[in-house]
């Protein structure tokens, strides 16, 4: 389903959309910093954002712009993330959208903005507007792959997908490129995710259908406890597809939304698997609680848990940090009904620690994506998060990072 090798993969996969990435001297690295993406058909827009009190400017600023549900193009940039850079940082901000604005030709609250990177420094405004400037003239049907790498911070790779589905009897596309590697907790991950399609899909019901999906996707993903303050996901539906406009309720909305939570989803684990110097993809699944919620805090109790996360890195399958995640959590549990099993292993059950094949359980403590599931025996509800262990290299990459 999902294409990642075409040049027009990604972002710029769905008709009407071109994006650019290009090189504003904003890294230290020199690498590609500066992203543009538009349509030159006014998209409906919808976004979600960091709960963080302390949000970056650009939240700030997109927020007020998703007021009227429209949309022409995103800029956002890597290597600061103006965020606590107060009425300054507001200010330019603002100024990336206008800058846009600009050379696209559109009104400014119809361009969205986006920064990651060092907390606390302001936007050096001379590179961001020749880089704007030169990512305008850049756009094309083949930039996404320069996009993505644009705005990637510690991730190893950028993260991109695309796929198409039939919709109303018209080929529906649907693309995206996202960053976030550290500093992910829900509500959401560190992170930037721009999904486009050429559905077309009023703003209002585009705004239900994402805010219900992130509840099961970016909000089920931890790699370190940390929210960051400038998390963004935006969707832009520019409706060049040519269906009929999507209406809740029907197998045409059930289509759309299961694609957008597929992408989704899969973005979210690419997400995790990619945490700061990871080497260990983890799924947690926790079954039989009374309710969603009881189950992603126990999930989330052990997908946070520096001791598990250790112990998964060093492949030493010490279950009892996992019962002891379990068991803290604040969910009603019972330790004789609970069962634990790594892999298909069972480590924990009837109160005690199972009997288990040492070889066996070696051999899943080896592989790179690791499953944990748990049985709480208290209900019907489940919920899976996603997460990855702590290396060495998760300590020297943060240890190192504003230096």
Avoid at 50 to 79: F, Q, R, S
Avoid at 93 to 122: H, R, W
Avoid at 161 to 171: A, L, M, N, P, R
Avoid at 197 to 214: E, M, R, W
Wanted: hydrophobic share 45%; aromatic share 8%.
């Amino acid at each position: 389903m999902f294409s990642e090798k075409s040049a027009k993969a990604g972002v710029t996969f769905p008709k009407g959309f071109k994006a650019a990435g290009v090189k504003a001297g904003i890294k230290k690295s020199g690498n590609l910093d500066l992203a543009l993406i538009y349509t030159e058909k006014e998209a409906a827009v919808a976004g979600v954002f960091t709960k963080n009190a302390v949000a970056a400017a650009p939240v700030i600023v997109d927020k007020e712009h998703l007021k009227d549900g429209k949309a022409h193009a995103i800029v956002a940039n890597a290597g600061c993330a103006n965020a606590c850079t107060g009425e300054v940082g507001l200010k330019n901000a603002q100024e990336m959208a206008k800058l846009a604005a600009v050379e696209l030709g559109c009104d400014p609250y119809d361009v969205f903005v986006g920064s990651t990177g060092i907390i606390g420094v302001n936007l050096p405004m001379d590179k961001m507007a020749a880089g704007i400037k030169a990512a305008a003239a850049e756009l094309s049907e083949d930039g996404s792959v320069n996009a993505g790498n644009a705005i990637i911070t510690t991730d190893t790779y950028s993260k991109a997908c695309s796929f198409s589905v039939q919709i109303g009897g018209k080929e529906v596309r649907f693309g995206a490129i996202a960053k976030g590697s550290g500093m992910i907790q829900p509500n959401m991950a560190t992170m930037l995710c721009y999904i486009s399609t050429d559905a077309n899909i009023a703003a209002p019901l585009l705004q239900k259908t994402l805010s219900d999906i992130v509840e099961v996707s970016f909000n089920m993903i931890s790699v370190d406890g940390d929210m960051s303050t400038n998390d963004t996901v935006l969707v832009l539906a520019n409706g060049e597809a040519g269906n009929a406009e999507i209406k809740e309720g029907t197998e045409d909305y059930k289509v759309f939304y299961d694609s957008l939570k597929t992408i989704c989803q899969e973005l979210s684990k690419r997400i995790a698997a990619d945490g700061e110097g990871a080497t260990k993809f983890l799924t947690i699944n926790v079954h039989g609680t009374k309710t969603f919620e009881d189950a992603k805090t126990v999930a989330m109790s052990i997908a946070k848990s520096p001791l598990v996360k250790t112990a998964f890195f060093g492949e030493d399958p010490n279950w009892g940090r996992v019962i002891c995640a379990v068991g803290y959590a604040g969910v009603p549990m019972m330790p004789e009904k609970t069962v634990i099993k790594f892999g298909d292993i069972t480590v924990y059950a009837n109160g005690l620690g199972a009997e288990f094949d040492m070889d066996e359980l070696a051999k899943v403590m080896a592989e790179h994506d690791i499953e944990i599931n748990v049985e709480m025996g208290m209900g019907d509800a489940t919920a899976t998060v996603w997460s990855c262990d702590f290396s060495y290299e998760y300590v020297k990459i943060n240890g190192e990072y504003h230096t």
